[in-house]
Nanobody
Framework: QVQLVESGGGLVQAGDSLRLSCAASGGTLANKAMGWFRQAPGKEREFVASIRWITGSTNYADVVKGRFTISRDNAKNSLYLQMNSLKPEDTAVYYC????????????WGQGTQVAVSS
């Protein structure tokens, strides 16, 4: 089992930057991909970005490409999401998740961290 704990959310203004962190524990990440998802009020949860832990290959949703960067620190078993040029529409609860490669289901989830962007 993998436990995921997010941190780093907060209230910022449009154009600001924020860095989210996700600490992983309880299991190996070598056979996993990790990702960030978000859910805005009244909307479905949506994919933001993902990274394969071993190779470091990344994937982004079109709406965040060029503004967000996903990264990981193998030594700290931590995942990050650097968010630049934030927009009010980025306001959401952001979740860290993990899945076992090659399965497509995201089996492990954190509790979420709130990001609010004011205009």
């Amino acid at each position: 089992q993998v436990q995921l704990v997010e941190s780093g959310g907060g209230l910022v203004q449009a154009g600001d930057s924020l860095r989210l962190s996700c600490a992983a524990s309880g299991g190996t990440l070598a056979n996993k991909a990790m990702g960030w998802f978000r859910q805005a009020p009244g909307k479905e949860r949506e994919f933001v970005a993902s990274i394969r832990w071993i190779t470091g290959s990344t994937n982004y949703a079109d709406v965040v490409k060029g503004r967000f960067t996903i990264s990981r620190d193998n030594a700290k078993n931590s995942l990050y999401l650097q968010m630049n040029s934030l927009k009010p529409e980025d306001t959401a609860v952001y979740y860290c998740a993990a899945r076992v490669i090659p399965r497509s289901n995201w089996d492990y989830w954190g509790q979420g961290t709130q990001v609010a962007v004011s205009s």
